[in-house]
């Protein structure tokens, strides 16, 4: 009785042991997220391989783990086997189960998928290689999509063109070429109007950086384009036009400035326009060493304005001129310059007010 009792009683399986199953490990359990058709099948394989590997199972798919002869094993082999026909099973498309067998050996099943599916071919190596010749970022394409499809195509091709695999200096060379390869791919696609010069850049090293190495120099490089670039179109096409003209653009916007800056100042004292109230002659008693022998009270000074207005309104239409003194005795202005109310800051020889007055002119 006591030898019943002990052979009715099954040690338990450590957790940490490949004949685990714990209770989340059902058969109606979907292990992963593609399901197997007929031109899927490396992508299939490849997610059916991690999941069985993180549940330390996929060494009884490969044949690693064998049969065993101790009953009580072979009871815990035939209950993982047949959980794991049914987890293969469930990410297979019902429309492939006449084509396949059914046993409760997973690997023999495993077995058959591969040599059904999995099958070189030709005609899809040929349009991988193609797509990777004709993989390029088109306009509006940033550098991270780009190289996405890329490592997709890579991804694909080398299921059926795998490396060679050794751990000599051989197979180090030959990883060496293959990123190379890649290397040159990457940079054939890139849009040469933008990273044309990072282009020429890494090619000038020996040895060749790494894929890796260069992707991030242009993704730098895409970063910080996007940090300076324009944000709108607008802007896009008054960056141009600067780049086109920079000598016009440039004056021009440094006289729209000016202009601004004339239009914002208004002194409380004289209420002239051009300057404010701390940076008036009158108020602060202290005029420039080219003010000369103009008026130096407020109500001299508009007297002497009013009358060089009535001289230029009279004489502008056969182009009189109007002497002024000043640092310069021989200085003059063109009547024409002070045609309208508002147009008296044109005066070379008025500089107190206007937008063409430079910070050192109130210090003269």
């Known amino acids: 009785m006591a030898g019943d009792d002990d052979d009715s009683t099954a040690p338990k399986i450590d957790f940490s042991s490949s004949y685990y199953l714990g209770s989340h490990d059902v058969p109606s359990a979907k292990i992963s997220n593609i399901m197997l058709t007929k031109y899927n099948y490396q992508d299939w394989h490849k997610s059916m391989r991690m999941s069985l590997k993180s549940r330390q199972k996929f060494g009884f798919v490969d044949g690693t783990i064998k049969k065993p002869t101790?009953?009580?094993t072979l009871d815990n082999w035939e209950v993982v086997h047949c959980t794991l026909v049914q987890w293969i099973r469930n990410m297979i498309d019902p429309s492939l189960f006449p084509t396949i067998p059914y046993g409760e050996d997973a690997s023999v099943l495993w077995a058959a998928l591969k040599?059904?599916?999995s099958v070189v071919d030709a005609t899809l190596i040929h349009s991988?290689?193609?797509q990777l010749k004709n993989c390029v970022q088109t306009k509006g394409m940033d550098v991270t999509t780009y190289f996405g499809k890329l490592q997709s195509l890579w991804d694909a091709l080398i299921v059926h063109e795998p490396p060679f695999a050794c751990k000599c200096d051989i197979g180090q060379d030959a990883i060496n070429r293959l990123d190379n390869e890649r290397l040159h791919q990457f940079f054939m696609g890139l849009d040469s109007t933008l990273y044309g010069n990072i282009r020429s850049q890494q090619f000038q090293f020996d040895p060749l950086p790494s894929l890796s190495r260069a992707y991030h120099v242009v993704l730098q490089e895409e970063r910080l384009r996007a940090e300076t670039m324009p944000s709108d179109t607008s802007d896009v096409s008054?960056?141009?036009v600067s780049s086109s003209h920079p000598?016009?653009?440039?004056?021009a916007q440094r006289e729209k400035e000016r202009g601004e800056r004339f239009q914002k100042l208004l002194c409380s004292h004289c209420q002239t326009r051009g300057h404010e109230i701390g940076n008036c002659f009158f108020k602060t008693n202290r005029f420039p060493e080219w003010w000369g022998d103009r008026p130096r009270t407020l109500a001299e000074y508009r007297r002497y304005r009013a009358g060089l207005r009535?001289?230029?309104s009279g004489s502008g239409a056969a182009g009189g001129t109007v002497s002024g003194s000043g640092r310069d005795k021989d200085a003059t202005v063109h009547a024409n310059a002070v045609m309208g109310p508002s147009a008296h800051y044109l005066l070379d020889s008025e500089r107190l007010s206007g937008?063409?007055?430079?910070?050192?002119?109130?210090?003269?």
Do not use: C, N, Q, Y
């Open 70 to 72: 101790d009953h009580v």
């Open 115 to 117: 040599a059904r599916f």
């Open 128 to 130: 991988l290689k193609t």
């Open 238 to 240: 008054a960056f141009a």
């Open 247 to 251: 000598s016009t653009d440039w004056r």
């Open 310 to 312: 009535g001289h230029s």
């Open 355 to 364: 937008p063409f007055i430079e910070d050192d002119d109130w210090s003269r």
